[in-house]
Every structure is written in C-alpha cells, then in structure tokens.
C-alpha cells in the first residue's frame, strides 16, 4: 500500500509536468490552449503573479482548467478496480493542485515565498521552464528548472510591480 501511494503521489507530479510542458505550452496547440498561455500568462504578467480568475469562486463549468482536472479524474477511474488507494492518492492530488495553484495566484507574497519555481514560471523573462506547480522534482531531474527569484533583475521588478499593485489594492 505504501508503494502505491508513493508510486500515484510521484505520477501526479509527473503528469503536472508533461501536460504543462507538452499540452498546455506546445505552440502546435496554442490555438486549443490559448486560455492558458493567452489569458492565464498574459494576467499573471500585468499583475506580478495574479490572475484575477483565481480571486473569484471556483466555476467547474466554466473554468478550462477545473474541467481539465475532471476529465484527467474521470480518464483514471479505471484505476479504482485495481487499485483504489492509488486513485484517492491522485484525487487528492488533483485537490491539492487545484488549491495551491489557486492560492499562488491571488497572494503574490505567499507564491513568491513558497513557490519560487512557479513564481519563476510566470515572472522570469522565459516562461518555457519550471514546469512543476507543486514541486520542482521533474524540472530539476530534466534540467528545466531555471532560477528567476532573487535576481537582481527579479528583486527590482518585484519591488516596482508590488508598489503599482497597493495602488490598485490587489492581494500582497
């Protein structure tokens, strides 16, 4: 059972990684994705990691990722005959994924703190690295972890993006 878990906990992150790096930024499906690269990164950039979808409720039906995250659910569910702990593991996986994601884009502070490789994904000047949103296990085995937070050049852009963001009383 122990084996199980870890095995489901460790494909999760793996999943994250491959359909973020290969699905949601591959230029050839950009026109199926666009809500991701050309709203969720567009957002994320004018407004230093928040992406106003996130401050409001939940919507499943009209949130491309949450359905995403469904469809994923529904895909595994199979497993549960085979291994239902294993399931529970990616369900709540799923959960987990949802909710830290959501925070890192409406608290800046707290992202930037706790998430500093999904920080970089958004802020860094090449948004095609740092693919993990939970952990940066597979962008450090690929070598796709690139550091950005504390940067000069991030620190700067931090300190300006933060102070234009009290005036506009977003989330710090």
């Not at 085979?82 to 800046?108: E, M, R």
């Amino acid at each position: 059972m122990f084996f199980e878990i870890v095995l489901a906990w460790i494909y999760s992150h793996l999943l994250e990684y491959v359909l973020h790096r290969h699905l949601l930024h591959d230029p050839k499906r950009k026109l199926f994705f666009k809500s991701h690269f050309g709203d969720h990164h567009k957002e994320s950039r004018i407004f230093n990691m928040v992406d106003t979808k996130y401050i409001s409720k939940l919507n499943i039906l009209g949130d491309p990722e949450l359905k995403g995250l469904m469809l994923l659910m529904i895909l595994h569910f199979p497993l549960v005959y085979f291994s239902p702990t294993a399931y529970l593991v990616l369900f709540l996986s799923g959960i987990t994924y949802v909710y830290i994601h959501y925070k890192s884009h409406q608290n800046i502070s707290w992202s930037r703190t706790n998430l500093p490789w999904h920080y970089d994904h958004h802020m860094a000047p090449n948004q095609n690295a740092n693919w993990g949103v939970r952990l940066p296990m597979f962008d450090i085995l690929f070598g796709t972890r690139k550091v950005y937070k504390g940067t000069k050049k991030e620190i700067i852009k931090y300190q300006v993006l933060k102070s234009r963001q009290k005036n506009i009383n977003i989330n710090m």
